[in-house]
């Protein structure tokens, strides 16, 4: 488990070059996708609740650092989005998850919970209306994860790899 | 009493854990603007950076032919402009001279690469691969062909994190170029708005919204954007306006940044009130 603890954390950082350098290139509008968050969400099915809880504050703690973001404001929405992704951990049902359209629909949960408390700590503007917030700031940013994902976990090798 | 605690945490254990780490992130999101952290961040981003650049190189080669025909097209669009400016910086040279004003057409830009952007709705950054060594300070405009692009928030030896103007933590203080109204735009998260607006302001859509020179953070007009929508509030004196602006920071890859010296005491101040 704690092998498993440290490859994901040294996974992040090839996952945070792709998300700053290449998936800004991607994005439509300001709606951009976080595959971030398809990496916490995949491993938090693979190894528990706790396991996610603690890797999203890890991944968050990272990004906030290399990124410039408030320190703290993607700690909790990471927290919050690994911990959320954990409900989906059965051990006995983990192959069930990890099937494409069950693993997007996780992906989206779960980013949307990570929008919204992001979105929430980081702007704190609440000039915002909570119907901007949920559909501009949380919905669509977390359904183009989910789109993402979808591609991803389709062509993820059946084969263990990590 | 113990067994009581191992079976509190046999039974709550997620939950105990979810709180801890969310009161040490409540914690360290008040220590933002702490020197230890800042230092940290500093050796964080700064060798991160160095490997997204080599990365980000291998992406710009691809971009290059696009961005020479741009650039070509830009040239011959600014070589018409040039010849009516000339006439014009004749006549403007003697009114400065008759009217003793500083000349800000030399100003230091060094150039840089952007090597890697955090877009995120409220908060964007990008990552230069300039820094200290080369004079870049935090509190620095950085700029493109199009305009203002953002502020050097913090600085490593040799890359610096910019905030974006699509930064809700930004303000900057701009001015309508053709009427000379001054106001303060900030990023609320969806976009670009002139904020407090007198409602007696004579701002129209389509006006240029450029920097001011009452800010010591940018000196100098920097464009900015375009007014786009002018909000119609009923009650209260003040009003929003929407900007577009000039620049497409997700598509922005070369920047200058503006090395701006200004004297400490000014320095001081504005910095306290950029990093609020």
Same mark, same amino acid.
């Given at each position: 488990?704690?092998?498993?603890?440290?490859?994901?954390?040294?996974?992040?950082?090839?996952?945070?070059?792709?998300?700053?350098?290449?998936?800004?290139?991607?994005?439509?509008?300001?709606?951009?996708?976080?595959?971030?968050?398809?990496?916490?969400?995949?491993?938090?099915?693979?190894?528990?609740?706790?396991?996610?809880?603690?890797?999203?504050?890890?991944?968050?703690?990272?990004?906030?650092?290399?990124?410039?973001?408030?320190?703290? &404001?993607?700690?909790? =929405?990471?927290?919050? =989005?690994?911990?959320?992704?954990?409900?989906?951990? &059965?051990?006995?049902?983990?192959?069930?998850?990890?099937?494409? =359209?069950?693993? &997007?629909?996780?992906?989206?949960?779960?980013?949307?919970?990570?929008?919204?408390?992001?979105?929430?700590?980081?702007?704190?503007?609440?000039?915002?209306?909570?119907?901007?917030?949920?559909?501009?700031? =949380?919905?669509?940013?977390?359904?183009?994860?989910?789109?993402? &994902?979808?591609?991803?976990?389709?062509?993820?090798?059946?084969?263990?790899?990590? | $009493?113990?067994?009581?605690?191992?079976?509190?945490?046999?039974?709550?254990?997620?939950?105990?854990?979810?709180?801890?780490? /969310?009161?040490?992130?409540?914690?360290?999101?008040?220590?933002?603007?702490? !020197?230890?952290?800042?230092?940290?961040?500093? /050796? !964080?981003?700064?060798?991160? !950076?160095?490997?997204?650049?080599?990365?980000?190189?291998?992406?710009?080669?691809?971009?290059?032919?696009?961005?020479?025909?741009?650039?070509?097209?830009?040239?011959?669009?600014?070589?018409?402009?040039?010849?009516?400016?000339?006439?014009?910086?004749?006549?403007?040279?003697?009114?400065?001279? $008759?009217?003793?004003?500083?000349?800000?057409?030399?100003?230091?830009?060094?150039?840089?690469?952007?090597? +890697?952007? +955090?877009?995120?709705?409220?908060?964007?950054?990008?990552?230069?691969?300039?820094? +200290?060594?080369?004079?870049?300070?935090?509190? $620095?405009?950085?700029?493109?062909?199009?305009?203002?692009?953002?502020?050097?928030?913090?600085?490593?030896?040799?890359?610096?994190?910019?905030?974006?103007?699509?930064?809700?933590?930004?303000?900057?203080?701009?001015?309508?170029?053709?009427?000379?109204?001054?106001?303060? $735009?900030?990023?609320?998260?969806?976009?670009?708005?002139?904020?407090?607006?007198?409602?007696?302001?004579?701002?129209?859509?389509?006006?240029?919204?450029?920097?001011?020179?009452?800010?010591?953070?940018?000196?100098? +007009?920097?464009?900015?954007?375009?007014? !786009?929508?002018?909000?119609?509030?009923?009650?209260?004196?003040?009003?929003?306006?929407?900007?577009?602006?000039?620049?497409?920071?997700?598509?922005?890859?070369?920047?200058? /940044?503006?090395?701006?010296?200004?004297?400490?005491? /000014?320095?001081?101040?504005?910095?306290?009130?950029?990093?609020?």
């Amino acid at each position: 488990m704690r092998l498993q603890f440290i490859l994901a954390v040294l996974f992040f950082f090839p996952v945070l070059l792709v998300q700053t350098t290449i998936i800004p290139l991607i994005s439509i509008g300001n709606i951009t996708p976080n595959i971030i968050i398809i990496l916490l969400v995949f491993y938090t099915i693979k190894n528990g609740q706790i396991f996610g809880t603690l890797l999203g504050f890890v991944f968050g703690f990272l990004f906030d650092l290399i990124t410039g973001s408030i320190l703290g &404001s993607s700690m909790i =929405a990471k927290t919050i =989005a690994g911990f959320s992704a954990g409900y989906f951990s &059965s051990e006995t049902k983990r192959a069930i998850y990890l099937k494409p =359209a069950n693993f &997007s629909l996780i992906v989206f949960l779960s980013s949307l919970f990570y929008s919204i408390i992001y979105s929430l700590f980081s702007t704190l503007d609440f000039t915002t209306t909570v119907l901007n917030l949920l559909f501009e700031h =949380a919905l669509l940013p977390a359904l183009f994860t989910a789109v993402i &994902s979808l591609f991803l976990i389709f062509f993820y090798p059946k084969r263990k790899l990590f | $009493m113990l067994r009581l605690f191992t079976n509190l945490w046999e039974k709550f254990k997620e939950y105990i854990i979810l709180i801890l780490l /969310i009161l040490i992130s409540l914690i360290l999101l008040t220590q933002n603007q702490s !020197a230890g952290v800042k230092k940290v961040r500093t /050796i !964080a981003f700064g060798t991160f !950076a160095s490997v997204t650049s080599v990365f980000n190189d291998i992406f710009n080669t691809s971009s290059i032919r696009r961005e020479n025909e741009n650039l070509r097209r830009t040239n011959a669009e600014l070589m018409l402009q040039i010849s009516k400016l000339r006439e014009y910086g004749i006549i403007g040279e003697d009114l400065k001279e $008759m009217l003793a004003l500083k000349d800000t057409s030399n100003l230091p830009l060094i150039p840089a690469s952007i090597v +890697s952007k +955090s877009l995120s709705v409220a908060q964007g950054t990008v990552t230069v691969n300039t820094g +200290s060594v080369d004079g870049v300070k935090p509190g $620095m405009p950085v700029i493109n062909h199009s305009g203002l692009v953002g502020i050097i928030l913090s600085t490593s030896e040799n890359y610096s994190i910019a905030r974006t103007l699509q930064n809700v933590n930004l303000k900057v203080t701009v001015k309508c170029e053709r009427t000379g109204e001054h106001a303060v $735009m900030r990023w609320n998260g969806e976009s670009l708005v002139l904020i407090n607006i007198p409602k007696t302001y004579q701002i129209q859509k389509g006006d240029r919204i450029v920097t001011s020179e009452i800010s010591s953070i940018i000196p100098v +007009s920097v464009p900015v954007g375009i007014a !786009a929508d002018i909000g119609k509030v009923e009650t209260g004196i003040f009003n929003e306006i929407t900007v577009i602006p000039f620049v497409d920071f997700f598509r922005a890859e070369h920047v200058f /940044i503006l090395g701006i010296v200004k004297s400490k005491q /000014i320095e001081d101040l504005e910095l306290n009130f950029f990093n609020k």
